[in-house]
């Protein structure tokens, strides 16, 4: 099907687009590598601010600062447009489901690992580096959770 721009493409712009449009469309919604080159690029023009602010140019203060606000403003659009489409998925699971599924990992990893140091290890590397949407309200505890952590308080007999 004929698309909009098609008529203005040529060559190598052309064959960039079509890879693109072949990836699929939640691929193409999603801005969250887009996100991260803006605020590696919003960084640097804080710093360049930083860098201006410092010197006793007012000049140089007066257009690092523009462009500052100009970046940053570009990323909260960024931020928005990316909020928006994710919150709208409807493939997501609630905080309480995926607190459950990571609970079920670990439990996992005490069965397969048993009294091995390796399995509360692994343990304490999911609490500390599974990062939880920010979203959250009330308690995440479950009352298997509050079991399993009494349970893990609990010396095992590796003969039994």
């Given at each position: 099907?004929?698309?909009?721009?098609?008529?203005?493409?040529?060559?190598?712009?052309?064959?960039?687009?079509?890879?693109?449009?072949?990836?699929?469309?939640?691929?193409?919604?999603?801005?969250?590598?887009?996100?991260?080159?803006?605020?590696?690029?919003?960084a640097q023009v804080v710093?360049?601010?930083?860098?201006?602010?410092?010197?006793?140019?007012?000049?140089?203060?007066?257009?690092?600062?523009?462009?500052?606000?100009?970046?940053?403003?570009?990323?909260?659009?960024?931020?928005?447009?990316?909020?928006?489409?994710?919150?709208?998925?409807?493939?997501?699971?609630?905080?309480?489901?995926?607190?459950?599924?990571?609970?079920?990992?670990?439990?996992?990893?005490?069965?397969?690992?048993?009294?091995?140091?390796?399995?509360?290890?692994?343990?304490?590397?999911?609490?500390?580096?599974?990062?939880?949407?920010?979203?959250?309200?009330?308690?995440?505890?479950?009352?298997?959770?509050?079991?399993?952590?009494?349970?893990?308080?609990?010396?095992?007999?590796?003969?039994?």
């Amino acid at each position: 099907m004929p698309r909009f721009y098609s008529k203005h493409l040529k060559g190598t712009l052309q064959d960039v687009i079509e890879e693109q449009l072949g990836a699929s469309p939640s691929e193409q919604l999603s801005l969250f590598e887009e996100l991260a080159l803006m605020r590696v690029t919003a960084a640097q023009v804080v710093a360049l601010w930083g860098a201006a602010d410092s010197g006793a140019d007012a000049d140089a203060k007066v257009v690092a600062g523009a462009l500052m606000r100009d970046a940053l403003k570009d990323v909260i659009t960024t931020c928005q447009a990316a909020a928006h489409i994710e919150s709208q998925a409807r493939d997501k699971f609630s905080l309480h489901a995926l607190h459950h599924i990571i609970n079920q990992i670990v439990r996992i990893a005490h069965e397969c690992f048993e009294d091995d140091p390796r399995a509360k290890h692994f343990k304490q590397l999911i609490q500390e580096k599974i990062k939880m949407p920010m979203e959250q309200t009330g308690t995440l505890l479950t009352p298997d959770q509050d079991v399993t952590d009494m349970d893990d308080t609990i010396p095992h007999d590796p003969s039994s």
